[in-house]
Structure formats: structure tokens, C-alpha cells
């Protein structure tokens, strides 16, 4: 309502007569989602609608992000992906629409965020938008760009999250870029996107969620102004270019094999192909070895990269869709992804953001189905903003030795205990060649007051102990078999490799899982490795291997990895 009545008060000042500067436009769009906008499907936010309307605003959006892609005209990036007359005519249709039915205020478009990100894609795509677009519509359009500016600049400091506040900026800055007479605006505006990246981007290139893909789409923000501002011939100012700098090395750092992000803390992958491309449009070379990124270990030999989850949950307030994922890791082999985490499910439902955050599905040790991380209690969900996490790790720590004899990694967290009494050691090797990951699992109560803690929590029933599960959670990709011994399981990945899982100290099973992915209309099925067992005197240990047996065919497919 605040927004609303913000933007029914904006004013249309200095209206603009043209575009006196076109800024590239650095925005990836997809042809193959511009396609299906121009035949009635309409794909944002993970969610899939048809409908035979041609106006993209007579469709009922079913989520809040759906409707932040709709009004911040993220489709103008997949139309102009196509760059056809018909989807510019439909992107001029469009655009006019929304004009005629919000431009006064109405509607749910008006945020900063949403807003600013308008903006920016209008301007962005300028030459594609107004190409043989009727001298009383393009009027009617740069009317409706001097109001929504009018609105930026007395409103963006109201976003409460970075990323947002940010788009706001964005949006006000490529306007700048745009047009004369908006010189004052612009300068104020380049010194309040630095003021931000000094306020909220870490010394080492790191953001208080600890959400990698909102690390990328930050960083993907930065570089746009970045590059416009330079094309324009308007230095940057220096605390953006510092920014940019501290987290083009972090962002290379949570890469996995096959090139993309890992998926922790509510982040997903990202767009196909947009790490590469950002980084190559940043022209910042710089990477980090040996080093955390963003609270991440990374392991490399041969082909494998392991990322571990090494440091504790976001604080609050930013904690809202954090992950408890501590001593958690991802793992691919050369461009194919091998253990993963299930996703983030906060574009499917509450339902599967919940389930998606447990501990469970993750890559690590959950006791009795409780995470090491609690959230709020059910039912104490913000709908804008979604659940917090209450209770997490005080103390995780992390030891880290390379050598010729390979990687080795020590790390520990006490998320469990206040509730069991319980410190999880873990322990990870990889091997110099590749060909061996091994892990051991250590639950222990060391002190006498988690012995005291381990034996309130067993006191029913003592006999039984504290049960625990390690779970190794698979790609859909991955061919799973357990032996029929129940000793071992076989892996089978797309290229043709073959790895085996072993453990001892527990009772080994293959169980169903869910693998999800914000580019996919539903959540895949796919298996994990279960290893149970139980701590009934203070401790208890679990170790476990996977193990490559069948090399893929190298040359082969060296050559189709070198053609990817």
C-alpha cells in the first residue's frame, strides 16, 4: 500500500523526447523461452502457465517471484533473444498494456526492486523496443519512464534486502546513462551503488545469506552497471569496481565441474550459462586457492570438485531461507554432477522450501530426523520473507592440509548439542588421481555436560541410544544399484564411468530422494545412499567411500567436454 501510494504520487518530470545514448544490452535471454512467451506459455519463477490471451497482464500470477519476473519485464529479455518483428511487436503490445492498466500506480509492480529492474530492461533494450514504434506510443513510453524515475529515486532505500536495493540503483543508473539532463541523478546514484557494495559486500567477496546464486545475481547487477557506465564514459565509482573484484574469486570458487554454482542456502544453479558469461563480461581474472569461499571448502584432483558447506548458517534477519546444510558438500565429476543436494524449493511450494532446508537433504549426518539448524516453529512463517532459522552451530571449525598424498579436511560443528549432547566430527580424503573420496563420521559427547545433555536425550529409552543417518543424496543422472549383499552400491554416470560406495560401522540402503531444479516445472526423482547407525555409549563413527572402478572412455569424451 505504501509503494502504491508512492508511485500514484510520482510525478512524470523531465520527460525525455529520445534516447540519447543506447546502453548495450547485457541481459541473457533465452530464444527458446521467448518462443513459447509468443505461443501463449508463459515460464517465470520455475512456474509454467498457458493461456490463449495475448496480453501477458490478463494472466493470474500464482507466485510472488512469478510476478516479479512479469512486472520487472524479464521477458523483454527472452522476446528480444528472438529479436524478430513479431516478438517486438508483442514486446511493444506488451509494454503499452502495462502502461495503460499500472502506469498511475496500480497493480502489484510496485516496488523499487521491480521497478528498477523495469527500467533497466526498457533501456537496455531500447533499440530492439522502439524500432518502428509509432511516435505517439514512444512518447507515451518515456512519459511513463520519467514517473517511474520519479518514484526510483524517492524510494529505493526503502527495499530492505541488498540484491533489491540494488536493482533499484541499477534501473536509476542505465536511465542516467539514457538520457541528458539526468546528470545529478546519475552521480548520485553511482555513489550510492558503492556506498552499498562497501556496506554489504564482504572483504572477501562474500554476502550475509551465503546464497551463492544470489551472489552471482549481484555480481551479474555490478557488472551491467559497471560495463554501461564505462561505455558511457562515466567512471565507476571505485567501491563498486573493489566489490567486483573481491567476488569475481569467490564466485569461481563455488563452482562446481560442470560449470555451475553449487546449491546452498536457497540458491539454485542459476540461468544456463550466465557464471561464464558474467565473468567473461567482468574481465576479472582473479581466483583464490586454498582459501574459503563464502564459508565454502573447495577440493579439487583430477576431474573432482567437492564443495563443503564449512561454516555456520546466516545470522538473522538474513537467515530466512538459509540452509541447514553445515559439513554438507556437493560433489561432480568433470562436467557431471554426482552427490548433490536436493535443491532449493522456496519456487514450488513452503512445503518443499521446508523440507528442502532440513538437514536430511543434505550431504551429511542428521540425528533422529532433527536438523543441525532449527527453524522457526511451524506456523511462524512470514510469507514475504519465509522462515528463519533459531537455533544453529555455535562453533564450526575447519582444517584444511593438501600435499602430494592428496586433500584432507577436518571439520566440525555442535548443532546438536543442546539437543542430543553431541559434536559432529567429520573427516573427508581425496585422493592425488581422482579415483577415491573418503569420508569417516564422528558423533561424540566429550564433556561432562554433554554426557549429562546424551543421557537426558536417551533417558526413555537407553537401551536404543541416539539413531543417526548419513545421506548421500544422487543426481537424477546417476544410475543407482545396491548389491544384493547390501554391502556396496554401484554408480553409473552419464559418461560411462563407474564408481562404488562401501561403508562400514552402519546398515547401508538406497532409499527414493528429490533432486530440484528452478528450471524445471516439477522436482525429479532420483535415489540416495542411507548409511543408519546408532551412538550408544558417548560415541560412534561411521566410515564410507565412493571409489572409481571403470575409467569413461578419455579420449572420447575429452573431446565432447572440450566441444561444450
Known sequence: MWNRLRAKRAKAKNIPTQFDHFPEPRTIGSFEIGEHLIHGQFYFAGELIEASSKSIWSITSPTPDFTAEMHGFYWLDDLAAVGDSDSRHLAQAWTMDWITRYDTGKGAGWTPAMTG??????????????????????????????????YLGKTWRQEPMVRRRLEALAGLIFAGVSFTGREKALKSANKAIGNECDRHIGENGEIPTRNPEELMEIFTLLTWVYRTLEDADITPDRRLVDALERIAPTLRGLRLGDGNLTRFHGGGRGREGQLDQVLSDSRIRKSRVGELAMGFDRLTAARITLLVDCAGPPDLPDSNHAHASTLAFEMSSGRHPMVVNCGAGQKFSAQWERRCRATSSHNTIAIEQVSSSRFAPEGIISHTFGERLLDKPANVTRNRKADRQGNWLLATHDGYDDTHGLTHQRRLYLSPDGREFRGQDNLAATSEQQRKRFKAAIATVPSLGVGYAAHFHLHPDVKAKLADDHKSVSLQ????????????????????????????????????IVVTSRV?????????????????DLAASKGSENES
Open 117 to 150: 529492474s523495469r527500467v533497466l530492461r526498457i533501456c537496455a533494450h531500447a533499440r530492439f523496443l522502439f524500432l518502428d514504434l509509432e511516435k505517439p506510443h514512444a512518447l507515451k513510453v518515456l512519459r511513463s519512464l520519467a514517473r517511474q524515475l520519479d
Open 536 to 552: 550408544l555409549d558417548y560415541s560412534n563413527r561411521i566410515t564410507w567411500i565412493f571409489k572409481r572402478v571403470k575409467e569413461r
Open 493 to 528: 554416470l552419464q559418461n560411462g564411468e563407474v564408481w562404488v560406495f562401501r561403508q562400514e560401522g552402519g546398515q547401508l540402503s538406497l532409499e527414493s530422494s528429490v533432486f530440484l531444479d528452478q528450471w524445471r516445472h516439477k522436482p525429479r526423482a532420483t535415489k540416495q
